[in-house]
């Protein structure tokens, strides 16, 4: 227990507790102001009078401390669940940015596949391009080959044709050959037989 002699408004006091001497002497020199300011305003009040306005006074002072205590209380319990409110946003929003950063390498890697097999694919289209210019080109020649087949093909059809007329005129030439050999072997016959009786006749 601390002990401490103290001057409260002209008067002599010993006061203990357990606080320090320091702060007792704070709170002594505190009511013997309040005292002397409500001795200003009540000059021909009692010293029991000044004391009792004081301890009103400071009752006052102290409730409505308490109140504002209370209010900083509120106002720092408020704050506190305001504070893990955003804490827990904030952690939320490091999750969600995590899981967009993951989404954002995913897609860029998936975008770098797209890419790659785009290449491949324009590079097949290309040579698929190639090849048809190239097969496009062959059958223009082939077409080509094919109207000179066909031309050669006319021609030699209407040559064949040509001759067929040729052979059947010389067949029609032939038969009528073999119809005069014929007819000259029947006469030469005739002159044979004729001959015969010539000789005959002769001798």
Known sequence: MEKLSVKIYGQEYTITGDRSQAYMGRVAAYVDEKMKQLSGVLPNGSVSELASLAAVNIADEFFANENSVTEIKNRNEQLENDTHHYISLWEEAKKSFLQYKEEAQSLR?????????????????????????????????????????????????????SLAEQFRELEGKSREIESGFFELQMENIQLKGELERYKRMVE
Do not use: P, W, Y
């Open 109 to 161: 890697e998936e975008k770098h596949e797209l890419q790659g097999r785009f290449e491949t694919l324009r590079a097949e289209s290309e040579r698929l391009s190639n090849l048809a210019r190239t097969l496009e080109e062959r059958v223009n020649i082939l077409e080509s080959e094919k109207d000179g087949l066909l031309s050669g093909m006319r021609a030699r059809e209407s040559e064949r044709e």
